[in-house]
């Protein structure tokens, strides 16, 4: 069964327009069987150029229902059945995106008639609806109105069936999987479109359902699937063949989601997580004084001393690059940074790039202060504190505690829950472990990305 439709907008981004009309006809394959379309509120001002393309006004959709009014019918009235559009990726982009602010996975097959038309009838030099249409003898009525263009999709698609030896049965099953091309023979299609396009950590299981791999992205489908498209390493290509079963926890948040995948990691030891589990391998930075006062740095393999670092880096060069970075921006010394070995002035000082402190030509004051300054941006808040974040659903929030700069753990908040106090807010945390990784983590996530709120107490 085909759904084939087509939408009219605000505008050309599913991030910030909103659809004003959809219309849809179902075909079984040798005949429409029913058709349904409406305008719809999109609860936002038509640009009047928009009503000049389409002949929809603002008035026209005051009183028409909201998308969220007809989502039901729209799932219910498409389950089972494949999307056709005239470039449905717009129209499908747009669809999916008005259900993902409803907090519901709208997944359909789709299949492009614009992609069969070049396909099956070559040589023409425009394939816009109208332009095709027209060179096909389609009559279009009431364009760039939904159900005028969706009929006009109809009967191409129907022509284009009539043309397509075998029907479009090959075609599509090749527009349906071709996303699905890398699965392993324990895997369906089914089981990747089960997988959300949401935030969380996600899990490999083999055939006894061993843990082999945890991982965490913004979008679990297509993390999953960019697994199983890697085929450059031999230890990724094992992988991918031992997978036989995937489950993922949605975490809302980011941060969450990447705290959530360190505990796991060591706590679990999944094989393939061998690298991010080897915390000893890591270089950490650490603060000393030399014999002058000058405020110094060393980079040292974690394992190599009990103390805390300041921060830490997943290899050498890493470190090194970092440290290199850090010593510029703030007119450190490489020798007193142990960048550049020497027993005299360190190469910055011959280029001017360095006051002296390597050959004691700066006040130690002077210097330590700008250390110092480095040392503050390396550290996490040492004061009481909650970031709040997006949560699993939009009535929800994630909150990371954080007490005297030491991690306390994470929790989840609803919105309609907003007006607690402190106290009460901190019953929802689940207490957890702090460790360097975390800090390093959090540390970092502060640093480089945007949070809703932090909260101090």
Known sequence: MYAILDIETTGGSPKTEKITEIAIFFHDGEKVVDEWSTLLNPEKSIPYFITGLTGITNEMVANAPRFYEVAKEIVERTEDHTIVGHNVKFDYSFIKSEFKKLGFEYDRSTLCTIKLSRKIFPGHKSYSLGKLCKDLGIEIHDRHRAAGDALATVKLFEMLQNNQEGGFGVEMVRERSGRYKNLNEHLTVKDIQNLP??????????????????GKSKDIRHRVLSHLGNTTTKRALELKQRIHTISYDLTGSELIALLKESKEIKDQKPRYNRAQKRTSSYWGLYPGKDEYGYITFALRKISETPQDPVTCFNNKKEAREALTKMVGKNWLCQKLSGLYQTDGACFHHSIRQCNGACIQGEAVSAYNKRAEALLDSLQLDRGNLLIIDSGRK??????????????????????????????EMLECIQPALDNRDIRHILRNWLKNNKVEKILYY
Request: glycine content about 10%; charged content about 25%.
């Open 394 to 423: 939009p009535d929800e929030r994630s909150l990371v505690r954080i007490e005297k700069g030491i991690y306390m753990g994470y929790g989840y908040l609803s919105v309609n829950e907003a007006y607690l106090g402190i106290e």
């Open 197 to 214: 396009e949401e935030c969380g950590t996600y899990y490999f299981f083999d055939d006894s359902q061993q843990l082999l791999y945890i």
